[in-house]
């Protein structure tokens, strides 16, 4: 089923990427163009997915994608904030040079007679902050990444069947803090009960006032984070991303197979707009250095 498929791996590489499709898209669209499907899995940090060497069982869908694709093992997020490394990689510019000015990926493939779509979770990537410029429809969603997804697959089950070719965008906030995986993802990675720095109550409470959410009460500004700390919360961003992965995979099971979509014609692009920062620079989570080393990669 996964014929001829190729995964690339660093933002630096989708933006050649978009260059290629650009490329494409100036001539008439013949039959064959290639549909795409771009997906971006916010905040995942290469290592810990199996793709870039982690033992850890946080994406294996994702995992088995790669074996049959291209990986990219240099990943560079031009932004480590959500905005600016999406409309880096949507303009193809670095962060200090997108503008209004500059025709995103979408507003490209447009104009060029792709329909444009984009089904969207968790916020950020809004049209608010001009994401929906040159899509056809542009959905948001306030929360998961499966709840997104059965719009993405009724659109696709309702294209007739000489439609022209499309652009789909998917982005998911499921891995991004605070992290509030269910219960039965925490506990694939949360083997003991959490004695750290925290209350266990505190904990997304805390996550909550990093994001700039909530006020922190006076003495969780005088934690000293140890070692039991990072395992704990990196352990709960694990439960998010297999979360994650495991809507994604049962998206793309579900679009293998459709008439609509052909493995050895169209393009699926994966990628991450940044990694999660975990005391790497000495701070918990977020953007103390820019350039949290992340995960990208395509298929076609
Ligand atoms: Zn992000």
Request: charged share 20%; with cysteine; aromatic share 12%.
């Amino acid at each position: 089923m996964w014929s001829r498929q190729r995964l690339l791996a660093c933002v630096e590489t989708s933006c050649l990427l978009v260059l290629g499709l650009i490329g494409i898209a100036c001539r008439p669209a013949p039959v064959q163009t290639p549909n795409v499907i771009l997906v971006s899995l916010d905040t995942l940090r290469a290592d810990h997915t199996g793709l870039y060497g982690s033992s850890l069982e946080t994406r294996p869908f994702l995992d088995r994608l790669g074996r049959d694709a291209v990986v990219f093992d240099r990943a560079i997020a031009q932004c480590s904030h959500t905005v600016d490394s999406h409309m880096s990689l949507l303009q193809s510019r670095y962060p200090t040079r997108t503008s209004t000015e500059v025709a995103t990926l979408a507003e490209v493939l447009q104009t060029h007679g792709f329909t444009t779509v984009a089904f969207t979770s968790g916020g950020l990537v809004s049209p608010e902050l001009g994401f929906a410029r040159g899509f056809d429809r542009y959905d948001s969603y306030p929360d998961v990444f499966v709840d997104s997804l059965p719009a993405a697959r009724t659109w696709i089950s309702e294209l007739p069947d000489d439609h022209p070719p499309f652009f789909m965008f998917l982005h998911s906030y499921d891995i991004h803090s605070p992290f509030t995986a269910p219960a039965s993802f925490v506990d694939l990675f949360v083997k003991e009960p959490y004695e750290g720095s925290l209350r266990p109550e505190e904990t997304h409470v805390y996550q909550r006032h990093l994001l700039g959410l909530d006020p922190p009460s006076p003495d969780m500004m005088e934690v000293e984070w140890n070692a039991v700390d990072r395992a704990y919360f990196e352990a709960l961003y694990d439960a998010g991303a297999r979360e994650n992965d495991e809507a994604l995979g049962t998206f793309l099971k579900w679009l293998d197979g459709r008439r609509s979509w052909d493995w050895s014609r169209d393009l699926l692009v994966v990628f991450s707009d940044h990694g999660e920062e975990f005391w790497d620079h000495m701070a918990p989570r977020g953007t103390a250095r820019p350039c949290t080393r992340n995960c990208c990669g395509c298929r076609w």
